[in-house]
C-alpha cells in the first residue's frame, strides 16, 4: 500500500506542468512542420547543401575501368590546333579518328548552329566579289560542313542541342523513336519554349539527337541532369541517354509515367523511370536523374590534339567499345561548371558522370516514401525530446537534444552511404530546433520559480543542502501526502509554564529565541526536517521529503546534540533549563497538508502521536532522551538501557521505550556495560514479579556512581515496587499503563 502510494501521490503533481509543456510543444512541432511545408522551396536550398556535403564526405566509388572516355579540346589543343571554332574537317577528321578506334558512340558536347566560315566555297565566292580569279581542282572539297557530315554519317555519333526558353528558335526533330508506359510525359514535364540546332546537314547525318543543357540552379551548382526534356512540343532524351541508346543500337526509349501498370498512381502525374536499351535510369518527377558523383578519378581522358597530331592507334585498348564523349575543358570555351565535388569542373565530365552510373547501374535516389519518413522522423524524434523535457533537468534536456539532433544526421547519414537514399534531415531538426529553443526558457523559468519557492518555503526547515535536493524536485510541493518510514522527534521544555510566568513577554521571547536558534541548529545538522515550533516545543522528522540514509541513528545523535547544546545553553546563560526529547520510528503520511489556500509540509499519524506519547512520557520517567524500540533496533550501537513497557493512551498495544543515555563511545565503556546489565535484572525481576529482590538489587545500583544520571527513574522504580510489595497485583504483566497524555 505505501509503495503504491508513493508512487501514485509523488508522481500525480507533475501531470498539469507536463500537460501544458506537452500541449505547448505539440503546438510548436505542428507550426514547425507547417513552416517547413510552407516554405519547402526555399529550405530546399539547405537541403542541397546538406546532400553536398555528403557526397564530399563520401563520393560515389569510383569505378575501375569506367565504359565512358572524354576526348578534351583543352588548351593545349587550341594552342597547337589552332583557335576555336576549328574547320569541320578537322572536326570530320576527329570524329573519324575516334570512330576508327572502335568507340561505341561519340557524342558532341555543344553544337554547331553556324555554317563553317573556313570553307573554300565561300571563301571563293567572296574572292571573286573583289575581282580576284582563282583556279581549284576539279574535285576540290568546297564545303567543310559536308565534309564533317560525312564523317559524322560513317560513325555512330551523337549531336548536341541547347534547349532554352530565352530563345524561340525551331528545334530539329529528336531521332529517337519513345514509348510511353502510362501518359505522355509532355503532359507534365517542364517544357522550353525552343532551343539551338546544329545544321539541317549534320543533323541529317547524325545517329542521335541529345540535349547537354544543364537545368538552371539558384546556386549554380549542377545536381541533376534531364533525362527526357520537353521543347518544341517534341521530346528530347538528354545527351548521355542518347549516346547510351545509340552504343547499345536501340532503336529508342521507354518513359514510364506514375500511372502507368504497376507504378504508384496517387498524386499528380509524374516521370518515374526512363529504359533505353538494356538499361534502366531512374527518373524524379520533372524527368531530372540526381548525379552521384565520383569524380571519375579513372576516366580516360585524351586531349583532343593527340588524335588529330599525335599517334592515335595509341589510344586504341582505351576507345574501343566506349562511349566517346567530346568537349572542352578550355576557360574560354565557357564549359566550365560547378559539382557538389569542385568549384570547376568541365561540363562534359557531368555527362561522363550520368552514364558511368548507367552503366554500372549505381544510382543516388531519393524513395517515393522520403517525404513521409522526414515528417515521421520530425514528429517522433520532437515528442520524444519533449517527454525527456517535461521530465528531465535542463543539461539532461541539452544531451538529449543534441543526441536527438546526431541520432537525426546520423539516420540520414546510413540512408545515404549504406542505400544511397537521399532522406533530408532539415525538417527533423527544424522542428527539434523550434521545440527546444521555445520550449527550454520556458522550462528554465519554470524550474528556477519552482527552485526559489522550495527555497523559500523549506530554508527554514531544512539544512541548505537538503533545500538545495529538494530545489530539483520542486513539483513534490502539492497538496497531499504520501507514506514513507520516517523518525519522528519531539521535544519540550520542563517546567517552561512556570517559567514563563516569572518572565516578563521580552524577557521570554529572548530565553526562546535563545534556546530555539541552537535546537535548530544542531537539528539542520543532522538532516532533519523541521516540522514546527509550538511555543518551547519542537516536532521534527527524518527521510521526507528528501531519502536519508540511516535516519534513526541521525535523529538518536541529534537528540544527543541538542542536550549537549542545552548544557552549553545553561552554562552560558546561568540558567537551568532541561528539556525532555521522544523518539519514534515507523510509517506516516508526509506531505503538504492543509487546504487549497494554505497548506504547509508535515507528518501525520500513529507514528508522530506516540513521539508525542513518548515525550510526554520523559517527564513521568525522569529522563532527558527517550526512544522507542524501532529506534533503537535500528541505531542500536547507541548507549541506550530499558525504561519500561507502557501502553500509552490510544493505543492497545505496549510499547518498550528506552532511556538514550550516550552515543557509540560511551556504549563500549565497561561502566556503562555493568550499569546496563544491573538496570536489566532489576527489570528482569521486576517483571518476574519478584518484588522484594528488584527493590533490593535497585537499591544496590542507586548507590553506584554512574547511576546517578537514572536517579529520578530509579526512585520512580522505588516508589513502584514499594506499593507492589504492599498491595501485589493478582495478575501480573509487567506492563505499565499510562493515563494522561
Not at 159 to 183: D, I, N, Q, Y
Request: proline fraction near 5%; charged fraction near 15%.
Amino acid at each position: 500500500m505505501s509503495a503504491n502510494l508513493r508512487r501514485g501521490n509523488k508522481q500525480q503533481p507533475r501531470r498539469p506542468r507536463s500537460f501544458k509543456l506537452l500541449l505547448g510543444g505539440v503546438a510548436v512541432l505542428l507550426l514547425a512542420l507547417c513552416v517547413d511545408t510552407v516554405f519547402r522551396d526555399g529550405l530546399s536550398r539547405l537541403s542541397d547543401l546538406v546532400f553536398d556535403g555528403f557526397q564530399r564526405a563520401a563520393p560515389r566509388a569510383a569505378t575501375a575501368d569506367p565504359g565512358v572516355l572524354v576526348v578534351d579540346i583543352d588548351e593545349a589543343s587550341l594552342a597547337r590546333v589552332g583557335q576555336w571554332p576549328w574547320p569541320r574537317d578537322q572536326m570530320g577528321q576527329l570524329v573519324d579518328t575516334v570512330g576508327s578506334l572502335g568507340a561505341a558512340a561519340i557524342a558532341f558536347d555543344m553544337v554547331f548552329t553556324e555554317p563553317d566560315r573556313t570553307s573554300l566555297g565561300p571563301q571563293l565566292k567572296r574572292l571573286q566579289a573583289q575581282g580576284i580569279a582563282i583556279q581549284v581542282a576539279p574535285n576540290a572539297p568546297l564545303d567543310n560542313d559536308q565534309l564533317f557530315a560525312e564523317a559524322i554519317a560513317r560513325n555512330p555519333v551523337v549531336m548536341g542541342v541547347a534547349l532554352s526558353s530565352e530563345t524561340g528558335r525551331a528545334l530539329s526533330p529528336p531521332l529517337a523513336g519513345l514509348s510511353f508506359a502510362g501518359s505522355d510525359p509532355r503532359a507534365y514535364l517542364p517544357a522550353f519554349e525552343g532551343g539551338l540546332s546544329n545544321l539541317p546537314v549534320l543533323t541529317a547525318a547524325a545517329t542521335g539527337i541529345g540535349s547537354f543543357s544543364f537545368p538552371p540552379a539558384r546556386d549554380n551548382i549542377i545536381r541533376a541532369m534531364p533525362l527526357v526534356a520537353s521543347a518544341d512540343g517534341q521530346l528530347y532524351p538528354g545527351l548521355g541517354v542518347e549516346a547510351l541508346r545509340v552504343a547499345q543500337s536501340a532503336s529508342g526509349l521507354l518513359l514510364r509515367s506514375s500511372d502507368a501498370s504497376g507504378e504508384r498512381a496517387a498524386g499528380p502525374l509524374a516521370l518515374t523511370a526512363v529504359k533505353v536499351g538494356m538499361l534502366e535510369l531512374p527518373a524524379a518527377a520533372d524527368g531530372r536523374f540526381r548525379i552521384h558523383y565520383s569524380a571519375m578519378p579513372h576516366m580516360t581522358v585524351i586531349p583532343a590534339w593527340q588524335l588529330l597530331q599525335g599517334d592515335a592507334a595509341a589510344w586504341a585498348d582505351k576507345v574501343e567499345g566506349r562511349v566517346v564523349l567530346i568537349g572542352t575543358s578550355a576557360i574560354g570555351l565557357r564549359d566550365i561548371v560547378a559539382t557538389p565535388l569542385a568549384a570547376a569542373e568541365p561540363g562534359v565530365n557531368v555527362h561522363a558522370e550520368l552514364i558511368d552510373q548507367a552503366l554500372n547501374q549505381q544510382f543516388l535516389q531519393r524513395p517515393d516514401w522520403a517525404r513521409g519518413a522526414e515528417v515521421l522522423v520530425a514528429v517522433v524524434s520532437s515528442l520524444l525530446l519533449l517527454l525527456v523535457l517535461a521530465g528531465a533537468r535542463p543539461l539532461l534536456s541539452s544531451l538529449a537534444f543534441a543526441l536527438l539532433l546526431g541520432g537525426v544526421f546520423g539516420l540520414a547519414w546510413w540512408a545515404y552511404t549504406r542505400h544511397a537514399w537521399l532522406l533530408d534531415p532539415l525538417p527533423a531538426l527544424l522542428c527539434l530546433l523550434a521545440v527546444f529553443v521555445s520550449m527550454m526558457p520556458t522550462l528554465l523559468f519554470v524550474g528556477n520559480r519552482e527552485k526559489r519557492f522550495v527555497r523559500s518555503a523549506f530554508s527554514r526547515y531544512l539544512s541548505p543542502a537538503l533545500v538545495e535536493r529538494l530545489s530539483h524536485d520542486a513539483q513534490a510541493l502539492q497538496l497531499g501526502g504520501e507514506t514513507r518510514q520516517i523518525t519522528v522527534l519531539f521535544s519540550d521544555i520542563r517546567g517552561f509554564t512556570a517559567l514563563s510566568e516569572n518572565l516578563s513577554p521580552d524577557a521570554l521571547t529572548t530565553l526562546l529565541n535563545d534556546f530555539l536558534t541552537p535546537m535548530t541548529d544542531v537539528l539542520l545538522a543532522h538532516e532533519a526536517t523541521i516540522d514546527k515550533y509550538i511555543g518551547d516545543a519542537i516536532m521534527a522528522f527524518w527521510n521526507a521529503p528528501v531519502d536519508i540514509a540511516a535516519h534513526p541513528r541521525k535523529a538518536c545523535l541529534a537528540a544527543l546534540g541538542m542536550a549537549a547544546a542545552v548544557d552549553a545553553l545553561n552554562r552560558e546563560r546561568g540558567s537551568a533549563l532541561r528539556i525532555g526529547v521522544g523518539l519514534n520510528m515507523g510509517e506516516a503520511c508526509v506531505g503538504n497538508l492543509g487546504s487549497q489556500q494554505r497548506f504547509s509540509y508535515s507528518a501525520i499519524g500513529d507514528t508522530v502521536n506516540l513521539a508525542s506519547r513518548v515525550e510526554s512520557l520523559t517527564k513521568y520517567y525522569g529522563v532527558t532522551l527517550m526512544v522507542t524500540d524501532a529506534v533503537r533496533a535500528e541505531a542500536a550501537d547507541l548507549a541506550y538501557v530499558e525504561v519500561d513497557r507502557v501502553r500509552v493512551v490510544g493505543r492497545n498495544e505496549p510499547v518498550q521505550l528506552f532511556a538514550l543515555l550516550g552515543d557509540a563511545q560511551l556504549a563500549q565503556q565497561a561502566e556503562f556495560a555493568s550499569l546496563a546489565q544491573a538496570h536489566a535484572q532489576v527489570l528482569a525481576l521486576y517483571r518476574g514479579g519478584e518484588f522484594c529482590a528488584a527493590l533490593n538489587a535497585l537499591q544496590l545500583l542507586r548507590m553506584q556512581t554512574c547511576a546517578a544520571s537514572l536517579s529520578a527513574l530509579h526512585a520512580l522504580y522505588v516508589q513502584r515496587l514499594e506499593q507492589l510489595i504492599i498491595h501485589p497485583p493478582t495478575q501480573w504483566d509487567g506492563i505499565f499503563t499510562a493515563t494522561s497524555k
